[in-house]
């Protein structure tokens, strides 16, 4: 309702994360989660403009845009992760190999591959095979957590363990 909002700092209606190091003077849109007497908001999109003439501050308006959001987090996920086991894909092992080699802090990688899994679905069914690696997944997952390492489906029954920071074989 207007009596909530006419006359307050925009800064009281953005989540504190959303508003870190925003200076709003030049942007013509904010898009941030808003506050409400609820604790966290949605997002919402508000175009910006400055108020002319004798008043002083903004005036704008929200447009609640929490579903495009969480459809952009879906699909960004979706990139970057295996659906089945939902252990980072391929793209994301590359890009996280690339950065940790960058950095030459030393890391190691583990190859796994099933041995004869083409046997296991062939004669348990797919959906068997799919919880082989899901477990296998789980598994592999908790091993390298704790190290602050990854594993990630390569592909198929592939996957590739990465650990960090290791600098002696």
Same mark, same amino acid.
């Given at each position: 309702?207007?009596?909530?909002? /006419?006359?307050?700092?925009?800064?009281?209606?953005?989540?504190?994360?959303?508003? %870190?190091?925003?200076?709003?003077?030049?942007?013509?849109?904010?898009?941030?989660?808003?506050?409400?007497?609820?604790?966290?908001?949605?997002?919402?999109?508000?175009?910006?403009?400055?108020?002319?003439?004798?008043?002083?501050?903004?005036?704008?308006?929200?447009?609640?845009?929490?579903?495009?959001? $969480?459809?952009?987090?879906?699909?960004?996920? !979706?990139?970057?992760?295996?659906?089945?086991?939902?252990?980072?894909?391929?793209? $994301?092992?590359?890009?996280?190999?690339?950065?940790?080699?960058?950095?030459?802090?030393?890391?190691?990688?583990?190859?796994?591959?099933?041995?004869?899994?083409?046997? /296991?679905?062939?004669?348990?069914?797919?959906?068997?095979?799919? %919880?082989?690696?899901?477990?296998? %997944?789980?598994?592999? %997952?908790? /091993?390298? !957590?704790?190290?602050?390492?990854?594993?990630?489906?390569?592909?198929?029954?592939?996957?590739?363990?990465?650990?960090?920071?290791?600098?002696?074989?």
């Amino acid at each position: 309702p207007d009596v909530d909002v /006419i006359g307050r700092e925009l800064s009281e209606f953005i989540v504190g994360e959303d508003l %870190a190091g925003r200076s709003f003077p030049g942007f013509d849109a904010v898009e941030a989660r808003h506050g409400d007497r609820s604790g966290w908001g949605e997002w919402h999109h508000a175009p910006l403009r400055a108020a002319c003439g004798e008043q002083t501050g903004w005036i704008s308006h929200c447009i609640d845009i929490s579903a495009r959001r $969480q459809l952009e987090e879906e699909l960004t996920w !979706s990139a970057e992760h295996d659906p089945l086991t939902g252990l980072p894909n391929r793209r $994301q092992l590359s890009r996280v190999v690339d950065a940790l080699a960058a950095r030459q802090e030393g890391l190691a990688l583990l190859f796994v591959d099933v041995d004869d899994f083409k046997v /296991i679905n062939d004669s348990l069914g797919h959906e068997v095979g799919d %919880a082989l690696l899901q477990a296998l %997944a789980g598994r592999l %997952a908790r /091993i390298v !957590s704790p190290y602050g390492g990854m594993a990630a489906r390569f592909g198929g029954d592939e996957f590739v363990l990465v650990a960090p920071g290791l600098c002696d074989p």
